[in-house]
């Protein structure tokens, strides 16, 4: 299948000192930013600062792709943005030290080149800080070809670069100086939620990729994911086969459900001490009504995308904690089934994602709704460039292109 062609020219810079002495600041794709700041957004090629002694706790996630778990996030912010880990790699003389600021970029629906501008910006902002190198990580399958534009041109303005690659071929594609390609699911770029050994050992391998005498350097990581008894946890604490009284509407069925789920966000509140609730101003109950009211009379306008986009991952945030609420290792995806097979949300935003999905016009509305594996469908395959164009990717248009002469060559035989 065709590929984006690589970043040209290639970057490389030579590793001036060892690890141990060098300053390290930490990169996510993610859409990380401290609660209350702006949200990421559609097309947004922008970074979020994040200081060095950021109580982790309050970072929420605005990234506009739904195609990836962020349950992972959810659990363990250091399985996302590995700030901990690289503190106690500093205390622990792995590193030479850490920067005053890290930061966040947001990697869906971009081209590499959408990057350019921020990142040449950005780099010097961490020469100033007197950051010797990064290490990046993406979280959607989007978020490689982020990481690799960000190594990229971070590189070519003379800062080491490493991280982590989800998706093999791109990397390939694109030869960034230097990732460590990892076989965890989307969402979880350092492998497993609340075990420090395990990211660390993960981040130890991408750190000694910096070794390395020449590139483009692409290697396996030699750790994969233990199995998880999906049996030894219920990663549902609610019977949703029962219907509440007098839901006959979606907007009653959804104030049902909320009262149902209530006590066990609340639950999960007190015992995880943090929620990723939070990119929007409205509260769960305001929310969940906006959801049915515009499915119970659809003639009436609906709502500002922005708004709508905000508050559907909020309430999809707040579902993922009441029904995780209990203790215990949740799988990748676990709890994303329940939330789209068996919750009057999960069908109420399957009802947006079809109403959008059937006019080419709205199809990238589709695509901040619900993820593909949900729908069992496409929801198109185009990015947004660095002139801010709707642009269709190669490997889509070499599809397209194909099916369209298969189509031709049936025609002629008619």
Known sequence: MKQLPPLEPFSWVERPKPVSEMRFAVITTAGLHVRGEENFELSDASYRVIASDQDTAKLIMSHVSTNFDRSGFRDDVNVVFPL???????????????????????????MPDAYETSVRSLASLLKRDGVD???????????????????????????????????????????????????????????????????????????????RSSGPVLEDCADELPPIDLESVDACPVNFSQPGRNASTWRARLANERMLLQPWYEMSLRRRGRTMVGLSRDGIGDILDMVGSWLDDRKQPFPKTKVFKFGIEDAKAWYSEALSAQPGEYGPGQVERVLYHETVLGAALKEYFNHFATDPKTIITARLIAPRWAMEASTGAGAIDKHGNLVEQPAAKAMREAEQHDAGKGDSHD
């Open 133 to 211: 190198a990064v290490f990046i990580t993406p979280v959607c399958p989007n978020c490689t070809r982020a990481t690799c534009a960000i190594a990229h041109y971070l590189e070519s303005e003379g800062i080491l670069t490493t991280g982590i690659a989800l998706v093999r071929e791109n990397a390939t594609a694109l030869r960034p100086p230097r990732l460590l390609w990892v076989t965890f699911p989307f969402g979880y770029p350092l492998g497993k939620p609340n075990d420090p050994a395990f990211q660390r050992r993960v981040i130890e391998a991408g750190l000694d990729l910096l070794n």
């Open 84 to 110: 901990d880990r690289f503190r106690e790699l500093a205390a622990d003389g792995v590193i030479g030290g850490l920067a005053s600021a890290h930061y966040s970029f947001m990697g869906g629906g971009l």
